[in-house]
């Protein structure tokens, strides 16, 4: 702790203004000079090339996005604070991950019963924050200017086809997969700026507003600081989220088999309009939901490890697979 104040100190408050709350506890006692204040951050410290990608992803948003960009991501600053080690300082969001409010849902069947206006409400709840996400995702999706839209997906392709091959080496699922897919028609769209990490511990909720953080560079990499194409398929970000709310409906259901994500629906509908609009096509759908679920099927974590969830782990294996047989029929 003291030594996370002495690099504060040495990177001086006043250039963290923008990304630290400041609260001001009490008023000043008259002839004591003193003020107490209340700062808060979120200060992510790590290795200079892994945390200098981190800032570099949130960079290209506030780039390319000018203004906008501050009603979807926090603010941030990065500092080099040795030769080895860096740090980002990250505007706090005060709220909780949109998969807490998910939880919610549980608490709330446990509580009050699946049938209760309690439920109904939170259902309701998480179907606006739902459309929150994907009104943010169209800004974010929006005014890009590239000049050989081919080329930019080529190199997106690249990356989705090396994050799969990765994903599944990680979680030792044999597939016919080739590491770079055919490049063609198939795969064409729009390509815009992207999160390409929208899971549900991505977003911040605050009342009814969304804030996201942690974009990546590289939709899943070998190493943290792995860079990607420029640009991607704003689908990547659609399908992440609907990939992630029905693994959460998934756990919702071992307990409550019967009861839904409601939500769900609005993205599937979202997907399929996009789709109807030539945004991108079937094959990009297939591709980004191998990407997604092979993501979760390589994660290591305690949650994802732990036998108490085998339920969760075996149906993103399943859907993983079913995912690799859509893709190898599409070639
Ligand atoms: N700006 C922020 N405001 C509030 N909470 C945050 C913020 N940034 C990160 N967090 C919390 O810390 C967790 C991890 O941060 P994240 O940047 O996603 O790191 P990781 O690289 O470990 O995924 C988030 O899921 C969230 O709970
Ligand atoms: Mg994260």
């Not at 040495?10 to 506890?25: G, H, M, Q």
């Not at 989220?241 to 839904?260: G, H, K, M, T």
Request: proline share 3%; net charge positive.
């Amino acid at each position: 702790m003291n030594n996370i104040l002495s690099i504060i100190e040495d990177i001086k408050w006043s250039s963290l203004k923008k990304v630290v709350s400041i609260r001001n506890l009490g008023t000043k006692r008259r002839g004591s000079g003193k003020s107490i204040l209340n700062l808060e951050t979120i200060i992510k410290l790590g290795p200079v090339p892994v945390i200098k990608n981190e800032s570099e992803a949130y960079r290209r948003f506030y780039k390319l996005l000018g203004k906008n960009a501050y009603g979807i991501f926090p603010r941030t600053i990065y500092r080099k604070i040795s030769p080895k080690q860096s740090l980002i300082a990250i505007e706090p969001v005060q709220g909780i991950t949109f998969e807490q409010t998910v939880r919610g849902l549980i608490r709330g069947a446990y509580e009050y019963g699946q049938k209760s206006r309690s439920v109904e409400k939170i259902q309701k709840s998480i179907i606006r924050l739902s459309e929150e996400v994907l009104l943010k995702l169209r800004i974010l999706h929006s005014g890009v200017n590239c000049t050989d839209p081919k080329k930019e997906m080529d190199l997106f392709l690249v990356e989705m086809s090396r994050g799969l091959s990765y994903s599944l080496k990680r979680s030792k699922i044999k597939s016919n997969f080739s590491a770079i897919l055919r490049v063609g028609s198939d795969f064409m769209g729009t390509v815009s700026l992207a999160h390409r990490d929208l899971s549900l511990i991505n977003i911040i909720v605050v009342n009814d507003s969304v804030t996201f953080i942690d974009p990546r560079h590289h939709v899943a990499s070998s190493t943290q600081n792995q860079r990607g194409a420029r640009f991607a398929s704003p689908v990547i970000d659609l399908v992440a989220f609907n990939v992630a709310l029905q693994r959460s409906e998934v756990e919702v259901q071992n307990i409550f088999p019967n009861l839904r994500l409601s939500a769900r629906d609005y993205i599937e509908k979202e997907i399929s309009y996009l789709l109807r609009q030539g945004v991108f096509s079937p094959a990009m759908v297939a591709l980004s939901e191998a990407v997604v679920w092979a993501g979760y099927a390589a994660c290591r974590c305690s949650n994802c490890l732990n036998s108490k969830n085998k339920f969760l782990r075996d149906f993103v294996f399943s859907k993983t697979k079913n995912c690799l047989d859509v893709l190898c029929a599409l070639k």
